[in-house]
């Protein structure tokens, strides 16, 4: 309520009522999705909530600045007020929330979900390549194919398919785990796997370049092999998935740089966006512009022009961030995400069975990479991408979905965290081949 209030005092010199408003429906919002964590999983981690309610609270606070700059534009222009997007930002955050609920009462157990292993792995593949099939009035956008689009109503897919897979990663790397580490010859200090057990990573690298051609996604592509090769390289604890993954999304990044005219676009942009900026390289170079007039300590809440820079609401949040918090602000954003990526890890580590450390794991990384693709991109350091950033951008895909990977993560904090006498199944032998543990905390 405080950002909120300073943003209208910049803007208005004065608050209006609809701080408050906001404020008492995020109150109300994390106080049921508290009350939900203390019913149904008690023991989970107790901080993962508050930082994605923090970061999900800075997030509207930007949108709403980011309404309150349209609608000076529009009265510029003698043009009626645009709909504001933070009431639909805070009717996702609803959404999120009871989706979060949802999914600790449906999940009691997190091992559950490995019976349904090729469930996940069919209902993933289907909604990562339903944008593919669809026509384009009804899943392009700004020249991507990855969205469904019907009424009015459109739905990102691809975010809920990053869920579906994790959970297909964690249960197919557990069982598979000894095959996938057989070796059968050292070449130059190190193991490579068998040619037939190449079989999954050829697959995932076909698969992420078929996004990247198919729907010129270049972020979900990046975003899906990176954690398939992190998850098997936890699984296995070998390097050469590691080096082999990287050399795969190499090739096919090359291949489609030569091929394919929006790959080369982008990475022309990233080399040199001040060639042509006041076309291609427009939407980056405001980007850096933004961030530069930021500074140290930024412009203030409402004192910016973050609105100058196109989709400052999606893909470029972070340089409304840097704008008008400067540094210090975005120093403190990235702390806040590193919170959950920390705990997560840590999540897998406590848990006992092999299904919840991988599933953590898994679910920890995908946060950590889509913040390092979407920040990584705005700063610079690699080309666009195109992705949302957690909880902070403006869509509800990515934050019903982020609110579903926090809560997955708290039901697997949680059976760690939990006595080991209350947790076991007489069945635990079978699913971990482990016998009863002391919890570690």
């Not at 008690?42 to 609608?71: E, F, I, M, S, T």
């Not at 006041?278 to 850096?288: A, D, E, K, P, V």
């Amino acid at each position: 309520m405080g950002a909120s209030a300073a943003v209208d005092l910049a803007h208005d010199q004065h608050v209006g009522t609809d701080v408050l408003a906001y404020g008492a429906s995020l109150a109300v919002l994390f106080g049921v999705a508290h009350v939900a964590v203390r019913l149904l999983a008690p023991a989970a981690d107790p901080l993962l909530l508050p930082a994605a309610a923090l970061l999900n609270g800075v997030g509207l606070v930007l949108q709403r600045r980011l309404d309150l700059a349209a609608a000076d534009r529009a009265a510029q222009l003698g043009n009626k007020t645009p709909q504001g997007h933070a009431g639909q930002q805070l009717l996702w955050t609803l959404l999120g929330v009871l989706l979060f609920a949802v999914v600790l009462a449906a999940v009691r157990d997190h091992r559950t979900l490995d019976r349904y292993r090729y469930t996940f792995m069919a209902a993933g593949i289907v909604l990562l390549l339903l944008p593919v099939v669809l026509p384009a009035r009804f899943s392009e956008v700004n020249g991507a194919k990855i969205w469904i689009r019907v009424a009015g109503f459109s739905i990102q897919p691809s975010e809920v398919a990053k869920i579906c897979l994790i959970v297909f990663f964690a249960s197919y790397f557990v069982a598979k785990r000894e095959l996938l580490s057989l070796a059968t010859r050292r070449v130059a200090g190190l193991n490579l796997p068998r040619a037939r057990d190449l079989g999954p990573v050829l697959l995932a690298w076909a698969a992420s370049v078929a996004v990247l051609v198919r729907e010129k996604d270049l972020g979900s592509s990046l975003l899906f092999f990176g954690i398939f090769v992190v998850m098997l390289y936890v699984a296995t604890e070998r390097t050469s998935w590691l080096l082999i993954g990287l050399g795969l999304f190499s090739a096919g990044a090359y291949a489609a740089y030569g091929m394919f005219g929006h790959v080369r676009t982008r990475v022309d942009i990233w080399l040199d966006p001040f060639r042509d900026a006041s076309n291609r390289g427009y939407q980056l170079t405001q980007g850096l512009f933004g961030l530069a007039t930021g500074g140290l300590t930024g412009t203030g809440l409402g004192n910016g022009r973050p609105e100058t820079v196109p989709f400052a609401r999606t893909d470029f949040i972070f340089a409304t961030i840097g704008e008008e918090l400067g540094l210090i602000g975005v120093v403190a954003v990235l702390a806040v995400f590193a919170l959950p990526v920390a705990r997560g890890l840590r999540i897998a580590l406590g848990v006992r069975d092999d299904f919840g450390k991988l599933l953590a794991t898994g679910l920890a990384f995908a946060v950590a990479l889509q913040v390092f693709v979407v920040v990584g991109g705005v700063t610079r350091l690699i080309p666009l991408t195109g992705i949302t950033l957690p909880f902070l951008s403006y869509g509800g895909s990515s934050l019903v979905a982020n609110y579903a990977v926090v809560a997955l993560l708290l039901r697997v904090s949680d059976a760690g965290r939990s006595p080991a006498i209350a947790t076991e199944r007489p069945d635990d032998a079978e699913l971990t081949g482990e016998m009863t543990q002391v919890m570690a905390r």
